[in-house]
């Protein structure tokens, strides 16, 4: 283990420290509301950097993972405990995946976004169908007993692992050919990696652990119904929180996941009441929250096309002349 | 009988439907398949042409199909706009092809929120419902919607005066041949830029007309719902093999009729299935499309 | 040591955040801070649109008109309404309670819109002690749901009861031979469209209905053409539509080009929207649908007339003026308790007559017992014929052609 190693880890150990120590705070609702919101967006957003950053494929099928996942807790929670489910939200989240790679991986980048992009709303259509004629059931009331805090830990707990899986898939097989890939996928294929097969394992991780989120999630919400489950909207929020703080790092997503959440807060609070100017509304929290979203799409494109992570290490670099590396 | 009927039914319906697909489709098939942007602000656009119909109707008492007369140059300055100022930069740096699409993806993804943003700022959030020639009419037996006949009508206008200018004039030559190959284009003295913008802002301006000619007989038009037509479009084009005009048409067909099919026959719940099946049939066996060639 | 540390840690964190949000300064003396969340965009925005946000505008305005509610010494606090959007999404709206009940500290919360957003919004209003007077909200499940939570109240009416009386005016339209036997059913796949659907189908059946089409379609289908077609083909006598908004606008549509002949059309959500009758006009008459009115009763048609001219919008005739009711319940709770005692306002609520526009009410179990199920256009206007025990209820008409 290098220096750089051991202060990393250490700085991962004291971070998941002190978050999982937050509920037993007094008074402390509101951030802890927030920090739920960091901790669910941060697994959403490494899962999907872990694929979407070796292999250049924008994913937009995370609201379709995140929503399996709370369907098999809200159909089978009232026979199986929690545990169980979480892991078969997970499973069920992979084989999805796995579906969705093996008919798309092989092809063109755009196909695969064309794919993923009405996922969530075909898989929602699905699942209605089945509850209108299969199950007969409108919406299902998911009471179970896991209290808020232990939605949190259970959250940060998945936070840890993806942290933990990633750092193990940099180390491994997987890893060395995925580098290589994302170089030139023509001297892998020659070097006889097996580079769509590989595609395939790491979507699904990514899908295991936005199913997994979609699991613990239902279960603070409670009411489950398709319609507010199949979310698009937070499929683009998780690519956009991504690429914001960088997909070549391990924990770059998070850097995009901590400011956007805080931001898009502050926007929620400043712009509750419509923005007027001489009697005149300007703009609502609604649409700013649109529009702000759309203007990160773009700055990222135009401005910082590896995140924030690729400008501090820019920044690092040009500060410490050739030795620039050892802070990155 | 009955059976001819229904048959009737399922071609005339799936045909309105197919031809409401062909506008926005063709549009996105001159922006990816000539201009090089894969537009995913493209359902966005249509439905900015079908809120300002909407306009038009409400506070001005016209005709929607009065508003085509500023929808179209209006889209396609803007379109064109967009194409000079935001995505030249992108062309232009971008090292290889793939490059350019997650790039063009990524930036009308943002184009495609911040118009949302807008639209909702200028129309609001309410109902958006207008009653145009909701009258039925009669063919073999079968009823239909006055609105949706016209608006197939005004789609087969547009879609044939589109390919007479695409297989007819010097312009839609140029545009044929750099959709083929952009490098050996430039070579033959095409102006490569200047033709792709002009598609950009050219199936900007189609896809807009799109958007009025639906909102003549949509139930309900919503700033944010343009996603939806993004996905349909984008399954059409890419069925239909990019770069090909008649592919779009012909895979815009496809899909309408199959769409009536399923909802008719088996149950309105798979509409959205029935697309997909289309699209992974095409992933596995023919991924260049209907139309397309195989890429090098 | 540590937990003077924690403390501090928690007061700098929380410190940041209200500086960086800038609400330092928020909160004048003698005021009563009243919050909302629901939808302004998102699917279900154009309901709320209509249904929810006017209302709360329209009571705020009457109330501060008034000089404020009237406290127990005397005084008068007026309102300081804060509202967030929570975009049809859960996720967010929870975010936005618990950021009303912790950050804004607000004295009371407005009930969310929708059956679903009260649910998920139910754990937090009984964590921090807010009385949850729903409206937009019905379901079979209310007695389970107000055994587990003690401060939530429903004020719209159940499921069952809605069907029931669909069922029930089919029936008897059909034994004083004005209708067929034939009955042709159709829902949105959606949560409320679900559960009407189901509870329907048996009800049907037991009154001797034959049941000749029985298809759902998910919500946000762009054309509803070959769903109307097959209905038309399996020549039904009584039309029954469990849908939302945008499907019940679509349908009729549909029934207007395929000229779908029922004595009996029947559409949920929606029918008594006011745009419902301002795209379709007259052709809309004796289309029968959820919810209704008496709009004989002077209180409801000074409601309308107020709604009308603070909020620029015709109220809806159903949900409405039961939106309205609740927030009337709140303020006489308030002002009957003289205080923003949470506990007290709650007990009171339980226990108290109160005085609105839909008439006395009077909670039985946390449930207001009598409420309009069916209404009908007539005249331009949307009736109320069928309810559980309303007053004023019009006779049912026949549905002659579009």
């Known amino acids: 283990m290098t220096r750089n190693e051991g202060i990393g880890w250490m700085l991962a150990v004291a971070g998941f420290g002190a978050m999982a120590f937050l509920p037993l705070l007094e008074d402390a609702d509101y951030l802890m509301g927030l920090a739920l919101n960091i901790t669910m967006f941060t697994v959403l957003a490494t899962s999907w950097a872990l694929f979407s950053g070796p292999t250049h494929y924008i994913s937009l099928a995370t609201a379709a993972f995140y929503g399996v996942g709370a369907t098999v807790v809200a159909m089978g929670f009232e026979v199986l405990p929690f545990p169980v489910l979480l892991g078969l939200a997970g499973l069920a989240g992979g084989v999805l995946a796995a579906l969705v790679g ?104 990514s899908g295991f652990f936005a199913a997994a989120v979609g699991a613990v999630m239902v279960t603070k919400i409670i009411n489950f119904d398709p319609d507010t489950f199949y979310l698009p909207i937070i499929s683009f929020q998780v690519v956009i929180m991504a690429l914001l703080g960088g997909v070549h790092r391990l924990w770059g997503p998070l850097l995009g996941v901590i400011p956007f959440t805080l931001l898009w807060e502050v926007i929620e609070n400043r712009f509750q009441q419509p923005m007027e100017m001489f009697g005149v509304e300007i703009v609502s929290a609604g649409s700013l929250k649109v529009i702000l979203l759309g203007v990160c799409f773009m700055l990222i494109v135009y401005y910082i096309p590896r995140g924030v992570v690729g400008r501090v290490e820019t920044l690092a670099r040009r500060l410490a002349p050739g030795g620039g590396a050892s802070h990155g | 009988m009955d059976v001819l009927i229904t048959g009737i039914y399922i071609l005339i319906t799936g045909s309105l439907l197919g031809a409401t697909y062909s506008l926005i489709a063709m549009g996105l098939a001159l922006q990816y398949g000539v201009a090089r942007i894969m537009n995913l602000a493209n359902g966005e656009m249509f439905i900015a042409g079908a809120l300002v119909a909407f306009w038009v109707v409400t506070s001005h008492q016209l005709s929607p199909y009065v508003s085509l007369v500023f929808v179209v140059p209006g889209a396609f300055g803007i379109n064109w706009l967009i194409y000079r100022y935001l995505l030249r930069p992108l062309v232009r740096r971008a090292k290889h092809r793939g490059q350019l699409e997650v790039d063009s993806i990524l930036a009308t993804f943002g184009m495609g929120f911040i118009l ?9 959030g309410e109902l958006f419902s207008y009653s145009y020639l909701l009258e039925p009419i009669k063919i073999l037996n079968n009823n239909f919607a006055l609105n949706r006949v016209i608006g197939c009508l005004v789609s087969a206008l547009v879609c044939g005066l589109l390919y007479l200018g695409f297989y007819k004039t010097r312009a839609g030559m140029a545009m044929r041949a750099v959709a083929v190959d952009p490098a050996a284009a430039g070579l033959v003295a095409i102006d490569v830029p200047k033709i792709s913008a002009l598609s950009f802002a050219l199936g900007g301006a189609v896809t807009a007309a799109g958007g009025v000619v639906i909102s003549t007989f949509l139930t309900d038009m919503d700033p944010s719902g343009g996603v939806v037509f993004t996905l ?50 095409v992933l596995l066996f023919r991924p260049q499309g209907l139309f397309g060639r195989r890429r090098a | ?58 009571w705020v305005s009457q109330v501060n008109g008034r000089g404020g509610l009237r406290m127990k010494d005397g005084s008068r606090r007026k309102i300081q309404l804060i509202t967030y959007d929570d975009q049809t999404n859960p996720t967010e709206h929870i975010k936005a309670t618990i950021r009303l009940a912790t950050l804004d500290k607000v004295d009371f919360i407005v009930a969310p819109y929708g059956t679903g957003f009260n649910v998920a919004a139910a754990p937090h209003f009984a964590k921090y ?42 029936a008897k339209l059909r034994d ?146 039961v939106v309205y009711a609740t927030l009337q319940v709140l303020e006489q709770a308030i002002e009957a308790v003289g205080s923003t005692d949470r506990k007290a306002v709650t007990a009171y609520i339980k226990s108290g007559t109160f005085t609105t526009v839909m008439g006395t009410w009077k909670f039985k179990n946390q449930v207001i017992p009598s409420f309009w199920t069916v209404g009908q256009w007539q005249n331009g206007k949307f009736y109320g014929v069928s309810s559980t025990g309303m007053p004023g209820e019009k006779p049912v008409a026949i549905k002659r052609g579009w």
């Open chain 3, 129 to 170: 002690g807010y009385p949850q007077i729903t409206s937009t909200s019905i379901t079979d499940k209310i007695p389970q749901l107000t055994k587990r939570f003690p401060g939530l109240f429903f004020t719209l009416g159940n499921t069952t009861a809605f069907v029931g009386s669909v069922v029930e005016i089919l």
């Open chain 2, 116 to 124: 949302v943003g807008v639209l909702r700022e200028v129309f609001g």
């Open chain 1, 102 to 205: 093996l008919a798309t991986l092989r092809l063109s980048g755009v196909y695969f976004v064309i794919f993923t992009l009405g996922l969530a709303e075909l898989i929602r259509q699905l699942v209605s169908w089945v509850q209108s004629n299969i199950v007969e059931v409108g919406s299902i009331q998911v009471f179970t007993d896991n209290s808020d805090n232990w939605i949190y830990w259970e959250l940060l707990a998945l936070a840890a692992l993806v942290f933990l899986v990633g750092w193990l898939i940099e180390r491994s097989r997987l890893g060395f050919a995925m580098r290589i890939i994302g170089n030139d996928e023509v001297v892998a294929s020659h070097s006889g990696i097996h580079s769509a097969g590989s595609k395939v394992i790491l979507f699904v991780i």
């Open chain 3, 176 to 321: 004083q031979g004005k209708i067929g036997n034939r009955v042709a059913i159709v829902n949105v796949a959606a949560d409320f469209g679900i559960e009407l659907k189901k509870a329907s189908i048996p009800i049907f059946k037991k009154a001797g209905f034959n049941i000749v089409y029985n298809k759902s379609y998910p919500l946000g289908t762009q054309d509803l053409s070959p769903v109307m077609r097959g209905v038309k083909a399996s020549n039904p006598d009584a039309f029954v539509a469990w849908s939302y908004p945008p499907d019940t606008i679509g349908l009729t549509v549909q029934a207007k080009i395929q000229g779908l002949d029922v004595k009996a059309y029947y559409s949920a959500v929606a029918t008594a929207f006011p745009v419902y009758r301002n795209k379709f006009g007259k052709s809309i008459e004796g289309v029968l649908g959820a919810g209704g009115l008496n709009l004989d009763s002077p209180a409801l048609q000074t409601y309308m007339a107020d709604h009308k001219r603070v909020t620029g919008k015709e109220a809806d005739f159903w949900a409405s003026p």
């Open chain 3, 1 to 58: 040591m540590l937990s003077r540390m924690t403390g501090f840690i928690k007061m700098s964190l929380a410190g940041a955040i209200v500086f960086a949000l800038g609400l330092g300064s928020a909160g004048a003396a003698e005021t009563i801070k009243i919050g909302a969340v629901a939808p302004k965009t998102g699917p279900l925005a154009v309901g709320a649109s209509i249904t929810h946000w006017p209302n709360i505008k329209l």
């Open chain 2, 232 to 281: 349909k479009a984008l399954i059409v084009v890419i069925m239909g093999g990019v770069g090909d005009v008649r592919g779009a048409i012909v895979a815009s067909f496809i899909l309408g009729l199959t769409e009536t099919l399923v909802a008719t026959l088996v149950d309105p719940g798979f509409i959205l299935a029935a697309a997909y099946f289309l699209f992974v049939l």
